[in-house]
């Protein structure tokens, strides 16, 4: 079992910026790939970012250029650096772990809003 605690969400005006941690606990060792998710209101959730174990990264379209995913394994703890941040970021922003090639480890979320 993985444990995911994400922190660090928050009201935000347009342009400004904030920084999501995710700490992991548990059967970390077998955490490969960490990553986010977000879901607005109404809306399906939807890959953020991504990070693998060697450090390989991907991002959705709508924040490359203004996200940053990184993951300190001393700490196994992972990070969204969001800047330029945008109304339409506004979001709940779960972490996520995959547990099996079906099924993933979810954090509770963490409330992410852009006010324009």
């Known amino acids: 079992q993985v444990q995911l605690v994400e922190s660090g969400g928050g009201l935000v005006q347009a342009g400004g910026s904030l920084r999501l941690s995710c700490a992991a606990s548990g059967s970390i060792f077998t955490i490969n790939v960490m990553g986010w998710y977000r879901q607005a209101p109404e809306k399906q959730r939807e890959l953020v970012a991504y990070i693998t174990s060697s450090g390989i990264t991907n991002y959705a379209d709508s924040v490359k250029g203004r996200f940053t995913i990184s993951r300190d394994t001393a700490k196994n703890t992972m990070y969204l650096q969001m800047n330029s941040l945008k109304p339409e970021d506004t979001a709940v922003y779960y972490c996520?772990?995959?547990?099996?090639?079906?099924?993933?480890?979810w954090g509770q979320g963490t409330q992410v809003t852009v006010s324009s």
């Open positions: 996520y772990t995959p547990r099996t090639s079906m099924t993933k480890y």
